[in-house]
């Protein structure tokens, strides 16, 4: 993976009366680092977003688990999908639909996906641009695999609404988990098509379809990768996120003072938060081990016992990659939490901390989630009761760094800067009503 170029920035950050701090940070984001969009293709995204048609059963959209109200996740260590009901820490389950297993990783954030740089998605990064694959991408689908997706954004569309526990529903519920079950995905009668097609039957959609992409104008049926570039188009407008005081101290307009700019000195400096939290949007878009806790399912087979996570290396195959995830960006991560790949800490100060001390952090480790009850078949804390399994995390993160209490305050106080009012509230907002008629998560 590369690493993020910073540029020496003279930024005037106030440390203490009268003292400044020249620090090499990145460089302002500006309309060059985001794609570019229609208004009425986001509009159409928008639609799609927050319609459950998209869903197996009719019953969950993409807003449920990506909710502005939750700065675009769901407020949740691990998310209830098929079966919950409910928005946000309110979903739970209920006696006639019990979900199977929760979400086994944490619901990421949407901010500044429409950006350039971001060619890796999701925390094990199992998709990502690559231009020698058919159709520019790598993924686990390997060459079953739709051409016709704008990116990596739009792609990654694909993988909940084929997920049984996220949106498609389990065995004989519908006519999508029913495809997904027999393994049919792409071509004539595949899960995308039938989602395709209860799309296109909506008069309202099979007008703004073709009035957005002229190959459906000219007669071509509405295919997911039109559904998924259009939902692309939306998430990369509706959360932009480059106006925050972090972003006005770097285009030198506000310059950050008091205990937020002792917080961006030990960011940038002896915390070494910015060893992986680089360039523009503070990601190197690369894996680490930390020390992240493990909970819930983990990320395993159905088949397989385990509750482990083994993070990038279950894309790889490298022992090396064991327990990395993916350098989140931190845009508005003050409001993004639980926080970690399984959304282990509900308090960030006590993230901060923990994450730091890397291996030492776990060994301290309180528990403190936002969890649903769920009786299920693999105990959430089944990972964290094993000693061999936590000493296996502690041997992959290594020694970290040792944070005073003051020291904490001060780059929660910076991190507070990266908060953006107007990506938090989204430009367009939540829809009154979608073209389906079903119920709008709100």
Not at 296 to 324: C, I, L
Request: with cysteine.
């Amino acid at each position: 993976m590369r690493k993020m170029g910073m540029a020496l920035v003279g930024l005037t950050l106030l440390a203490g009366p009268g003292a400044a701090a020249e620090l090499r940070l990145p460089r302002a984001v500006g309309d060059a680092d985001y794609i570019e969009t229609t208004a009425e293709e986001v509009a159409l995204g928008q639609l799609l977003f927050y319609d459950r048609i998209l869903s197996g059963n009719r019953n969950i959209a993409c807003a449920t688990c990506h909710h502005p109200r939750f700065a675009t996740s769901d407020g949740l260590s691990l998310g209830l999908g098929e079966g919950g009901v409910g928005l946000g820490p309110d979903r739970h389950a209920t006696a006639d639909d019990t979900p199977e297993q929760r979400i086994p990783r944490n619901a990421t954030a949407l901010f500044n996906l429409g950006a350039h740089e971001f060619t890796v998605l999701f925390h094990d990064g199992r998709i990502e641009a690559d231009p020698s694959r058919p159709g520019g991408l790598r993924t686990p689908m390997a060459e079953d695999m739709e051409r016709g997706f704008s990116g990596v954004l739009s792609a990654q569309t694909m993988f909940p609404v084929l997920s049984p526990d996220e949106m498609a529903g389990h065995y004989s519920e519908s006519d999508v988990s029913k495809a997904v079950r027999s393994g049919r995905i792409t071509g004539a009668g595949g899960a995308w098509d039938l989602i395709s097609q209860r799309v296109a039957a909506i008069p309202d959609y099979a007008a703004r379809f073709e009035a957005v992409y002229p190959h459906v104008g000219a007669g071509a049926p509405i295919h997911f990768t039109d559904i998924s570039n259009a939902i692309a188009a939306f998430v990369a407008f509706e959360w932009r996120s480059d106006a925050s005081p972090f972003d006005a101290a770097l285009r030198g307009e506000t310059p950050l003072a008091g205990t937020a700019a002792d917080g961006a000195v030990l960011f940038y400096g002896t915390a070494g938060c910015a060893e992986c939290h680089s360039g523009p949007f503070l990601t190197d878009h690369d894996f680490h081990a930390m020390g992240a806790p493990q909970l819930g399912p983990g990320k395993a087979e159905r088949f397989e016992r385990h509750a482990r996570d083994d993070g990038r290396m279950r894309v790889t195959g490298r022992e090396a990659d064991r327990f990395a995830f993916r350098t989140p960006s931190l845009r508005n991560v003050a409001k993004t939490g639980p926080w970690g790949h399984a959304g282990g800490h509900d308090d960030l100060t006590a993230f901060l901390a923990d994450h730091a001390a890397r291996a030492g952090g776990l060994g301290r480790y309180a528990r403190h989630v936002v969890l649903p009850d769920l009786p299920e078949t693999k105990p959430d804390w089944a990972v964290m009761d094993d000693p061999q399994e936590v000493q296996a995390l502690v041997a992959a993160a290594g020694p970290g760094v040792t944070l005073s209490s003051g020291e904490v305050a001060a780059l929660l106080a910076f991190l507070e800067t990266l908060t953006d009012p107007v990506a938090l509230a989204g430009r367009l907002g939540v829809p009154q009503t979608v073209p389906s008629g079903l119920p709008v998560d709100r």
